[in-house]
């Protein structure tokens, strides 16, 4: 009985520790991909900062006053007057495309071939 | 284990036979006995404390180590509790009511020698100076080949002459990462942004401090990782700030000013919108402050707006009348004997021409006649006068969240008599900034609550406490809009836009005492639109002057006046602000049916 208590106990031990060995090598496989995937978002968010301060630098009032200016001819942007402003029942539906006609019905022509009495 | 007989039978015997006592014997057993007994159980005894000092050493042999190499080693956070700990040591940014980026960083490269590790000197001083102009390549050469270990050649230096360094070859260059401070719009809010350099420097990393502006005020808050990167907004907005510098750097030039500062301001969040001084500079190139011979009038790093402490002439004759109203002395309507010169001891208050013998209160502050006011505040009393602009905050330096308003602390008389209570009320005898006067004439624009101007962006209306009555409020405000467009401001007069204001033209203080007589501070203190005010807009010009309908004209009616017009019809669209009056037509639509 004794020694069967002893067996089991040597066992149990073998078996933990062979799970604490491969729990460790596990924890320490994720640490290395966590640290990997944080450099990789660091690197991101600085090239995402670089890209923020780079747009915010191509947007800065001064460059989109010279851009305006340069391209005037074309966009004829001016500064914004209070006479801009306007009503929305100021603005102009767009014009409708005239209905194309494909298949064109004579349709007096058809009222007097079916014999029909055209009532007003 | 075989016990020794204490009476062996075969020495009892012997004993006997002899004729001894056999007892002796078997005390003398007894007693080896024992002594075996008490051997063995110092033994074990010994044992246990060997054990047991050997497992307490290992135990503190083991705390011990692990203190030491917690005291020696680098701190580190553990990798898996906080994510993206490794990139939090930025700066925070800095963004305006939108959300547009005002500051942010950018990584750059710092460049340093080592001149033992330089291998040939001379050639690495003279490609430097090729890449570096600005470098002195006599000095250089000296520091290389001196006795100096380490020297900082440049703090901040761009990708490509990074390269052009990398180029030379010389072991001896080094680089170190560095986070720099950008503005990416340049000059624009220069003076609330302030400007960022460095503090302690290694050669791996350096700190970012604000050196001026929000950038020293908020400079806790910035550099706080645990705020996780939330910019800091502002109350500024970029296209208005931006238009509004334009404007008035356009206006200063026109009217031949020095200087010129504006504060536009929302009446109920006391948000400031737009706050310009003129000339300002580039945050990112930063001038150094002179050390000698500083004239703060000239230097682009006066920020005008809340260090600027003038005299601020006529503008402040709304609150003597504001305040008369309130106190139920006048009303609008009431007449005051305006007779000059008003005499005071030896004394004599004149009005800029003679406006007859009596005025009633609206009428003087259209003509802006300083003998009317001066009599308001003589009803009003100097202790009635100082407690009103208490509450107004004009006695304190304002509350504006950057470094350089703490400064801004107004000038005032050291005995507040009546004679000073009647210059005051027209503006002379004490001296405030243009963000005092703004934040004055948003109490009178809300209907008489009293806020704070403030550069963070607001929730909601941030009204303080009640200064005067709406009655008084509204009465000021109407007789603001009659200035326009009867009085002194007639310029103002914007399509769409109804503006309500108060010009002022002060004489500028010698150094030395006394008043210039060809230097004047012109301000005009405005509010828009005058039935329902919104938006505060103050205008400074410093020394304007210019040729009108042939003579020289420096009063604010001329200089100040016709700016802030322009300034109005530019800023308020960008504000979404609509114009009531009838939009041009538009070409091409046709009223077909009704």
Redesign the interface.
Known sequence: MKSLLYVATALAVFGLAFWAYQENYATQQ??KE??GL??E??AA??RL??L??E???L????RL?ELAELNFERLGLL?????????VD?V?YPVQPALQITQGVDVSGLNAASGEEVRP | MIRKPLRPLARILDARAKGENPDSIEKENIRERHEEMQLKSRQRAEGRLLVLGVFFLCAYAAVAGRMGVMATSEPREP??SV?????AM?RADIVDRQG??LA????THSLYAQPRQLIDPLAAAKGLVEIFPDLDQDRLLADFTGKRKFLWIKKKISPEQKQAVHDIGDPGLLFGPREMR?Y???S?AAHVLGGAGFGKEGVSAAEVIGVAGVEKQFDTYLRDPSNGRKPLALSLD??VQ??AE?VLDGGMKLMGAKGATSILMDVKTGEVISVVSLPDFDPNERPRAPATGFDPSVSPLFNRAVQGVYELGSTFKIFAAAQAVDLGLVNPETVIDTRGPLRWGKFAIRDFRNYGNELSVTKIIVKSSNIGTARLAQQIGAERQRGFLDDLGMLEATPFEIVEAQGGKPLLPKNWSELSAMTISYGHGISTTPMHLAAGYAAIANGGHYVSPTILKQDGPQLGRRIMSVEAADAARIMLRKVVTEGTASFAR????QVGGKTGTADKPKPRGGYYEDKVIATFASMFPAHDPKYVLVVTLDEPSIIAHGEERRTAGWTAVPVAAEMV??L???LGL??Q?E??Q?T??TLTSN
Request: hydrophobic fraction near 40%.
């Open positions: 994720v640490l966590t640290r944080q450099r978002i660091g968010q600085v900062s670089v923020r301060a747009w915010a630098y947007n800065r009032p001064d006053i500064p914004l007057r209070p006479d801009q402003f306007g009503r100021e102009t | 990798v898996a994510p993206g700990s490794a990139i930025q547009r980026i942010t960083n950018f990584e950008l990416p719009n340049g624009v970029l296209t931006a238009a334009r914007v399509p769409g836009y019809g530019r308020a669209p960008l609509r114009p009056v939009p041009a538009v091409g639509i």
